[in-house]
């Protein structure tokens, strides 16, 4: 199924802990356009809670979460 999403953006937060890909992923959604989609990588095992507690704050839509060996990927497209 992931290698059907095609993100309009990749935001790489490999190695970056809480709450640091949540604060560059705040900064970057605000810089695509409603509809648009943003792939966020991430390692730090509580960027999963943090995703989904930052999806029911803003109300944008996490397609994806999944698990790529360490990596997280999200899918995230802007809804508003």
């Known amino acids: 199924m992931a290698a059907e999403l095609v993100a309009d953006r990749t935001l790489d937060c490999t190695g970056m802990l809480c709450p640091v890909p949540i604060v560059k992923l705040s900064k970057a959604i605000k810089e695509v356009q409603p509809g648009q989609t943003i792939l966020l990588l991430a390692t730090d095992p509580g960027s999963r809670p943090d995703m989904a507690a930052w999806q ?25």
Not at 61 to 79: A, C, D, S, Y
């Open 56 to 80: 029911r704050r803003t109300k944008n839509e996490v397609t994806l979460m999944e698990p790529e060996g360490k990596t997280f990927r999200f899918f995230i497209r802007r809804t508003a």
